[in-house]
């Protein structure tokens, strides 16, 4: 049984760039939430999709976006990069509002 | 206000040595406590759920109580693999966003 996947495992953008992230869930799950880590803190969630739509939605600027399609996995989409979007970029899935199962995570530096 | 706050911030002990990790929690209306071990780099991984005070659970080394107020993540005779820094989180009040503490990394010398 795969676990949370998340794509790509690296990414390096410049200032003002756009980048897309992608979380394919754990198995059977049907709820997907974004989080930020920044280092040295814990997560900070970011939003929440179920049923192709945000749920639920952080204290995260309108330059954040996302999607979730019918197979259950999500996209989130970064516009005009900031220096200060450089984090760890954590998926995790779950079945409504239980358990969260995190993916790897995508390191994203802005240069 | 939810909020979730963890200590201490760093923990060394050497293999062996016994401790504990603390995670004080405020939120309306409890739907679980999640502890989740997370290594340099990588996604948390998932360890516990408590629901409600006086609940244990164990895994291996580890042990994870809950009361009113705080959850306790015992960790007894560590060896150096069990290193990394641990996580606490909550759901906010009638959401399904998790509320993180800023973890306990703990390091284990041999």
């Known amino acids: 049984d795969a676990g949370v996947t998340q794509s790509p495992t690296h990414l390096i953008k410049t200032r003002g760039q756009q980048v897309t992230l992608r979380c394919s869930p754990k198995?059977?799950?049907?709820?997907v939430s974004w989080y930020q880590q920044a280092l040295g803190q814990g997560p900070q969630f970011i939003f929440q999709?179920?049923?192709?739509?945000?749920?639920q939605r952080g204290n995260f600027p309108d330059r954040f976006s996302g999607h979730q399609f019918p197979n259950y996995s999500s996209e989130l989409n970064v516009n005009a990069l900031l220096l200060g979007d450089s984090a760890l970029y954590l998926c995790?899935?779950?079945?409504?509002?239980?358990?969260?199962?995190f993916g790897p995570g995508t390191r994203l530096t802005v240069l | 206000e939810d909020q979730v706050t963890q200590s201490p911030e760093a923990l060394r002990l050497q293999e062996g040595e016994s401790s504990s990790l603390n995670c004080s929690y405020t939120?309306?209306?409890?739907?679980?406590l999640f502890w989740y071990r997370q290594d340099p780099g990588k996604g948390p991984e998932f360890l516990f759920t408590?629901?409600?005070a006086g609940e244990e659970k164990e895994k291996e080394r580890l042990k994870a109580t809950l009361t009113k107020k705080e959850s306790f993540l015992h960790i007894t005779a560590p060896k150096p693999e069990d290193s990394a820094t641990y996580l606490c989180a909550v759901p906010s009040s009638n959401t399904g966003k998790l509320i993180f503490g800023q973890g306990t990394t703990l390091q284990v010398k041999p």
């Open positions: 939120v309306s209306g409890l739907r679980g």
């Open positions: 198995s059977g799950h049907d709820t």
């Open positions: 999709y179920y049923e192709e739509e945000e749920r």
């Open positions: 995790a899935s779950s079945l409504g509002w239980g358990e969260q199962f």
């Open positions: 408590l629901y409600s």
